[in-house]
Nanobody, 117 residues
Framework: QVQLVESGGGLVQPGGSLRLSCAAS????????MGWYRQAPGKERELVAT???????NYADSVKGRFTISRDNAKNTVSLQMSSLKPEDTAVYYC???????????WGQGTQVTVSS
């Protein structure tokens, strides 16, 4: 059974920081591109950041310089360090795994991030 479990969401003031974590099981972790996506009410789910098995990263323009994605292949975890948070970052954040060379994507249950004063 494939399982992605996110944690670390919560309420934070503008300018603050949060660190999200995702623990993966049931996949060959190193063979998957891992990512974080988010979805705000009334909007489509959008890419936030991805990281390949070898550590290559890419980010949405809206989060460059503020968010950092990382992975620990020995522990099968991926994290998203979020700094200088803005109200526009408020969304449900989802962990994603995509197996290189395959069509299927796997998703976590999501964790709520709310940025408000």
């Amino acid at each position: 059974q494939v399982q992605l479990v996110e944690s670390g969401g919560g309420l934070v003031q503008p300018g603050g920081s949060l660190r999200l974590s995702c623990a993966a099981s049931g996949i060959i972790f190193r063979m998957n591109v891992m990512g974080w996506y988010r979805q705000a009410p009334g909007k489509e789910r959008e890419l936030v950041a991805t990281i390949s098995g070898s550590g290559m990263t890419n980010y949405a323009d809206s989060v460059k310089g503020r968010f950092t994605i990382s992975r620990d292949n020995a522990k099968n975890t991926v994290s998203l360090q979020m700094s200088s948070l803005k109200p526009e970052d408020t969304a449900v954040y989802y962990c994603n795994a995509r197996r290189v060379g395959f069509l299927v994507n796997y998703w976590g249950q999501g964790t709520q991030v709310t940025v408000s004063s």
